[in-house]
Nanobody, 130 residues
Framework: QVHMVESGGGLVQAGASLRLSCAAS????????MGWFRQAPGKERELVAA???????????YYTDSVKGRFTISRDNAKNTVYLQMNSLKPEDTAVYYC????????????????????WGQGTQVTVSS
């Protein structure tokens, strides 16, 4: 049985940093692409950042334009954990953040789709005050 548990959310002021973690179990973690999505009230769930499974060339990362240069996604396959370092947070970053794992997906066009992912965490709230 697959379990994915996010942590690290909270209430911060604009300009602050947070580091989200997602610990996965019950799957061959290194074989999965991992994504961080967010969903604000009344809005669709959107991909924030994704990191591909490890191949012989390494991994690739992708970011939505609004977080480029501020957020960094990384993975530690030894710990079955994916991270999202969020710097220079803005009020518009306020949302519930979800991690997701997908067996297939290596390009932005596929990784940005919710349907690409097989497993999801329960979400963690991030609130950024102005």
């Amino acid at each position: 049985q697959v379990h994915m548990v996010e942590s690290g959310g909270g209430l911060v002021q604009a300009g602050a940093s947070l580091r989200l973690s997602c610990a996965a179990s019950g799957l061959t973690f290194s074989s999965y692409a991992m994504g961080w999505f967010r969903q604000a009230p009344g809005k669709e769930r959107e991909l924030v950042a994704a990191i591909t499974a490890i191949t012989w060339t390494g991994t690739s990362t992708y970011y939505t334009d609004s977080v480029k240069g501020r957020f960094t996604i990384s993975r530690d396959n030894a710990k079955n954990t994916v991270y999202l370092q969020m710097n220079s947070l803005k009020p518009e970053d306020t949302a519930v953040y979800y991690c997701a794992a997908g067996r297939k997906g290596s390009s932005w066009s596929t990784l940005r789709q919710v349907s690409t992912y097989d497993y999801w965490g329960q979400g963690t709230q991030v609130t950024v005050s102005s």
